[in-house]
């Protein structure tokens, strides 16, 4: 997957505020530095947040939206080096599917994206879920259309 100049600036402004900030959860103190692999690519962050872009296996040449041609971008709320991506296969199929989000991060969070949250995504809406506990507190997650 090809790298943008959006993604690079997020992900070298995250290193650079995770540095700074860091997790006060975590005993390293070390902020997360966006990136990763799991189902498809995530890339970048920004401060509180991570944003992934997943092309899954339909990614097209086209600039609509659209979640199972295009993959999703996902949202992590005070993130700190968590990392989630949902496939545009996995929208396709549109089976319950419970994520590990721990990535980068000391501790670890999952978050359950249901039948029915990939019914929305299949119609390219954004969904919205929470984290479980970890480290003595939860995450909002939104997963939107590319």
Same mark, same amino acid.
């Given at each position: 997957m090809e790298l943008t100049r959006k993604a690079f600036l997020q992900a070298s402004f995250a290193l650079a505020a995770g540095s +700074?900030? #860091?997790c006060g959860d975590d005993e390293s103190g070390s902020g997360g530095s966006g990136g990763g692999t799991t189902t498809g690519t /995530? /890339? #970048?962050t920004t401060t509180g947040t991570t944003t992934g872009t997943n092309t899954g296996q339909g990614g097209g040449g086209g600039s609509a939206v659209s979640c199972e041609d295009n993959g999703t971008d996902v949202t992590i709320a005070g993130?700190? =080096?968590h990392e989630l991506v949902v496939g545009a296969d996995e929208v396709a199929a549109g089976a319950d599917m419970t994520y590990d +989000? /721990? =990535?980068s991060s000391m501790h670890a969070h999952s978050v359950t994206v249901t039948a029915a949250n990939f019914a929305e995504l299949q119609q390219n809406n954004s969904i919205t879920v929470t984290s479980t506990d970890g480290g003595g507190h939860t995450h909002s997650v939104t997963v939107s259309c590319a």
């Open positions: +700074i900030l #860091g /995530t /890339t #970048g993130n700190h =080096g +989000i /721990t =990535g």
